[in-house]
């Protein structure tokens, strides 16, 4: 009867470690993709040198290619940005809404921030920062919580846009 019940002890001890191990499997992956999705997004602004829009119905722009990346790869999570950035509230409509304090409780897909260069030496330079957040879940447990992943541009000369710096 000993031996029945230390194998019992042993066999839930061994399932216990296999839900850390997946539940440690599922934030990597989630948070993998997290890190692709915005360097991907940095990518296409940096490309764009900015945050532009289509021209000619074309999908040229920055905005509408991150919109439709992020709209292929079913990214549906709302969150709020902070004031003074720009969020997307539409995926299928190429306008950013300037946040200040009207609209700061509003929720967007992801954010933007354009900032100065903080040197002297880059004087007209600019550089972006953008937001996105992606959620943990477990097929079980369900969203147990949303995580936000931000990274910024490399320093840009030119912008094409006329977006404020903050």
Known sequence: M???IGGTWLTQIIIVFMLIFVAFLALTLNYAKAFKMKNDLLTIIEEREGMTISK???LNGSIG?????LEKNGYTILRACPEGS????????ETLNYIDQGNSAKRYYYCVTKYSAPSTNYRGKVYYQV???LKFNLPILG???TFEVTGNTEDISNAADNLRTK
């Open 65 to 69: 290619l991150m919109n439709n990346y």
């Open 2 to 4: 000993r031996e029945a």
């Open 86 to 93: 720009y969020g997307v509230a539409d995926l299928h409509n």
């Open 56 to 58: 000619n119905g074309t």
């Open 143 to 145: 969203d147990l919580f």
């Open 131 to 133: 937001a996105i957040s």
